[in-house]
C-alpha cells in the first residue's frame, strides 16, 4: 500500500515516491525511490552532512548522493517528525550501510541502497519503536 506523497520534505528537495509498509511484512518498512543525472542535484547539500558528503567521492557521486537522499526520504516516512538533517547514513566498506537517526533509542532499521539507470533506491526494515 502506498501512502501518499509528503507535501514536502524538511531541508531537502521536492518529495519523491515513498511507501511505508504494513502488510504482511512482520516489521515496520519503508521504500523510496530518487531519480538521479550525471550530476548530484545541488539542492541535496543542505540535507548532506559533512560524513555523507565526504563519502561521495568522485566515483559516481551522483548515484551515492541519490541513494542517501533515499535512504532519508524512507527514514522520514516511517520516522515522522524527522528533519532529513537527523538522519546520517553512513557508508562502511565491504557491508551494508548504516544509519544514525537523532532522538532514535534502540537499534535503527536495517537499510538496503541500490541504484543503476538514474534511479536510486532505498529499503529499510524494523528497528522502530
Not at 521504500?31 to 550530476?39: C, T
Not at 538533517?85 to 557508508?91: A, C, G, P, S, T
Not at 537523532?102 to 524494523?126: I, K, T, Y
Amino acid at each position: 500500500m502506498n501512502a501518499p506523497y509528503p507535501a514536502a520534505v524538511p531541508d531537502g528537495p521536492a518529495p519523491y515516491p515513498a511507501a511505508v509498509l504494513h502488510g504482511p511484512v512482520p516489521y515496520p518498512a519503508a521504500f523510496a525511490a530518487v531519480p538521479y543525472g550525471p550530476l548530484p542535484d545541488p539542492g541535496w547539500a543542505a540535507s548532506l552532512t559533512a560524513t555523507e558528503r565526504a563519502s561521495l567521492g568522485t566515483a559516481r557521486p551522483a548515484e551515492r548522493a541519490a541513494a542517501i537522499m533515499a535512504a532519508k526520504l524512507a527514514v522520514l516516512r516511517l520516522l515522522p517528525g524527522l528533519t532529513a538533517r537527523d538522519v546520517e547514513v553512513l557508508r562502511r566498506h565491504g557491508c551494508a550501510p548504516a544509519l544514525r537517526i537523532a532522538g532514535l533509542d534502540g537499534p535503527p532499521p536495517s537499510l538496503s541502497l541500490a541504484h543503476s539507470d538514474g534511479l536510486a533506491v532505498a529499503a529499510l526494515l524494523g528497528g522502530v519503536p
